[in-house]
């Protein structure tokens, strides 16, 4: 079985910081991609950030230039670093990986909220 740790969470002002991990333990075949996705109050999941074994990355629309991914495949984690931030992208973060065989697993999902 595998688990997924997501921190970095948290209340944020309107132009601020953070900094989101995601750490893969127990059962893990070889992780092709890693990313986030998030969910805001009333809207559909979308994409934030793709990072796949190789280094090709996809970012959605709204983050694109604000936002950076990266991973530790030594370590299993996956980061995101999110700078000036806006209200708007207050939502449930949620790290998802995929496997070179086949199948994704997904985290909990951690609260971010930033106050305008």
């Known amino acids: 079985q595998v688990q997924l740790v997501e921190s970095g969470g948290g209340l944020v002002q309107s132009g601020g910081s953070l900094r989101l991990s995601c750490a893969a333990s127990?059962?893990?075949?070889?992780?092709?991609?890693m990313g986030w996705y998030r969910r805001a109050p009333g809207k559909q999941r979308e994409l934030v950030a793709t990072?796949?074994?190789?280094?090709?990355?996809k970012y959605g629309k709204s983050v694109k230039g604000r936002f950076t991914i990266s991973r530790d495949d030594a370590n299993n984690t996956v980061f995101l670093q999110m700078d000036d931030l806006r209200p708007e992208d207050t939502a449930v973060y949620y790290c998802?990986?995929?496997?070179?065989?086949?199948?994704?697993?997904w985290g909990q999902g951690t609260q971010v909220t930033v106050s305008s």
């Open positions: 998802k990986i995929e496997y070179f065989v086949g199948g994704t697993d």
């Open positions: 127990g059962n893990i075949f070889r992780i092709y991609v």
């Open positions: 990072i796949s074994y190789g280094d090709t990355i």
